[in-house]
């Protein structure tokens, strides 16, 4: 049987339970997902060659990585290629593309005019992220919530000048662009006052959004984090932080998978910031043991981020974004697993017959409720998924993977 033979056989067995896999594609279309640019050179960036600081670290030296914008963005093109459907890139400051001598407190929108050029050719969409971090002015540990003024106004100018960066994306390409503010601030040991570092992260934030942007073109969005290297016992930015925040300032709450204790996950915390926030941002990404950013894979939490969204009709809300940075691996494999396995767990939640299965839980029939869901796990969700590559026009199954190594040999290994 070939690739349209098998979803013809899968359609009817979905039918059978009530699932129109043709209405499904077409719902799955609409998912943009926002590939983070930083798994392309591990999140080395443009402006300077000094090392990742912030508590975030990547291992790993494959070979190949990109070293400037022009090489970046041709892996990305070969990733994107591998991907079905529409998408965005999240960009981060440290990814300005101009020959200007410049700071991150003096970065303005003509300093990204080439990736705007490159993602209206692409059809991309594109988010932004300020950079706090692998500068020297991430003082002592801290930026906006430092102690000293002169370390926070930098950070603040960094900020605002983000903002308008994120303005200008949204302008020239039509579609809203996400502006994340994650900042690493924290300490390595107990500290004695807790409460005054996060009163300056608030009235710095403060500050950087006092200006009312057109919500159209850019929204603001804020990560928290429970801690860091070298940030281990107090992260200034933490969850009830962000939540306080982002609720009373109506910003998005960023939720990254990796940023709760180890057996927390962000599923369970999607319907609640449904009912109470503006927006969502997800960084889906994947701790080992601690925030290690592993590639995304599809397993457990992955599913259950994805059916939280569909089953409680969040995906208009919410943007999903990924955040993982492995070296060990080819890149553009990493983007490619990554991307493909979340668009694929938001098929997979979508092809679910989910008015049933609530109604069956309404019913209070737990029996039927757990026999249903197990049984779907058998269900040929991969014979929709590669119909649906092939309607998009990219690889399907492990032919990927092919041209993928020719690319590196071609390409990657003789750089
Ligand atoms: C760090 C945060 C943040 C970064 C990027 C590079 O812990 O997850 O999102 O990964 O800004
Ligand atoms: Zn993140």
């Keep these: 049987m070939n690739t349209t033979e098998k979803y013809l056989a899968a359609k009817e067995k979905y039918a059978s339970i009530g699932v129109d896999t043709d209405a499904v594609l077409k719902e799955l279309e609409k998912v943009k997902i926002s590939m983070h640019v930083w798994q392309g050179d591990d999140v080395q960036g443009f402006l300077s060659d000094g090392e990742l600081t912030g508590g975030i670290s990547v291992t790993g030296n494959h070979p190949g990585k990109a070293t400037n914008p022009t090489e970046l963005r041709q892996d990305l093109e070969k990733a994107y290629s591998f991907i079905p459907g529409k998408h965005k890139l999240n960009l981060h400051a440290i990814y300005l593309d101009t020959d200007e001598k410049i700071d991150l407190n003096e970065i303005e929108p003509k300093h990204f005019e080439k990736w705007v050029a490159w993602a209206k050719e692409q059809g991309l969409g594109l988010d932004f992220n300020p950079t706090f971090f692998s500068h020297p002015m991430f003082k002592d540990g801290f930026t906006l919530s430092s102690p000293e003024k002169e370390v926070r106004d930098f950070w603040i100018e960094h900020g605002k000048r983000s903002r308008k960066i994120a303005e200008y994306f949204g302008k020239e390409l039509g579609q809203v662009c996400v502006n994340n503010f994650w900042v690493p601030d924290g300490y390595k040991d107990n500290p004695i006052d807790r409460y005054s570092p996060r009163k300056r992260l608030m009235e710095s934030l403060d500050e950087i959004f006092a200006e009312e942007l057109d919500p159209s073109l850019t929204l603001d969005a804020v990560e928290s984090k429970l801690f860091g290297l070298g940030a281990e016992a107090y992260t200034v930015g933490s969850h009830e ?96 697993i990554g991307t493909r396995n979340t668009i694929k767990a938001v098929l997979k939640a979508m092809l679910e017959p989910t008015d049933y299965l609530k109604q069956i839980e309404l019913d209070g029939d737990f029996t039927t409720r757990l026999v249903l869901t197990e049984e779907l796990k058998d269900f040929p969700y991969a014979d929709v998924w590669n119909y649906y590559c092939e309607q998009q026009g990219v690889p399907v199954g492990l032919d990927w993977y092919k041209e993928a190594q020719q690319y590196e040999q071609d390409v990657l290994l003789k750089r």
């Excluded at 925040?245 to 927390?264: I, M, N, S, W």
């Excluded at 043991?289 to 208009?316: P, Y």
């Design 241 to 336: 932080f962000y939540m306080g925040y982002g609720l009373t300032r109506q910003k998005l709450v960023c939720l990254d998978a990796g940023h709760f204790h180890p057996t927390e996950v962000i599923s369970n915390k999607l319907s609640s910031l449904g009912l109470f926030s503006e927006g969502i941002l997800l960084h889906v990404s994947r701790p080992v043991r601690w925030d290690s950013d592993h590639v995304v894979i599809m397993d457990d939490e992955l599913q259950e981020i994805a059916k939280e969204l569909v089953r409680n009709d969040l995906l208009g809300k919410t943007n999903i974004g990924l955040d993982f940075f492995d070296a060990t691996i080819n890149r553009v494999a990493a983007w490619v």
